[in-house]
Nanobody
Framework: QVRLVESGGGLVQAGNSLRLSCAVS????????MAWFRQAPEKEREILAQ????????KVADSVKGRFTISRDTSKNTVTLQMKNVKPEDTAVYYC?????????????????WGQGTQVTVPS
């Protein structure tokens, strides 16, 4: 029922900025938590940031806090990951994800709806 499509990836030089967008469609989105994940080659998938689609609550992983921010625009049906001062270690496939959520604390786990991913490459 929920469809997620990422865009904005590509090759970007270290130190520059990149903005990834997730186009969101489907019913009852106000009851969903949204998240950005990434998976680099031969590394485990990691969560980067989460946001409540309806309420605007958000948090960012300590590993990227200060460089990455998450936001959403319900009028545009988009969730955005703003990446600043990108580094070669940011090279990965970036995924938008969603799950049903009714709690008070944004979840880190059990996201079960996924986009196809968008490649971000930062050459060294």
């Amino acid at each position: 029922q929920v469809r997620l499509v990422e865009s904005g990836g590509g090759l970007v030089q270290a130190g520059n900025s990149l903005r990834l967008s997730c186009a969101v469609s489907g019913p009852a989105l106000v009851s969903y938590a949204m998240a950005w994940f990434r998976q680099a080659p031969e590394k485990e998938r990691e969560i980067l940031a989460q946001i409540s689609y309806g309420g605007g609550q958000s948090k960012v992983a300590d590993s990227v806090k200060g460089r990455f921010t998450i936001s959403r625009d319900t009028s545009k049906n988009t969730v955005t990951l703003q990446m600043k001062n990108v580094k070669p270690e940011d090279t990965a496939v970036y995924y938008c994800a969603a799950r049903r959520w009714h709690g008070a604390s944004l979840p880190d786990v059990d996201y079960d709806l996924w986009g196809q991913g968008t490649q971000v490459t930062v050459p060294s």
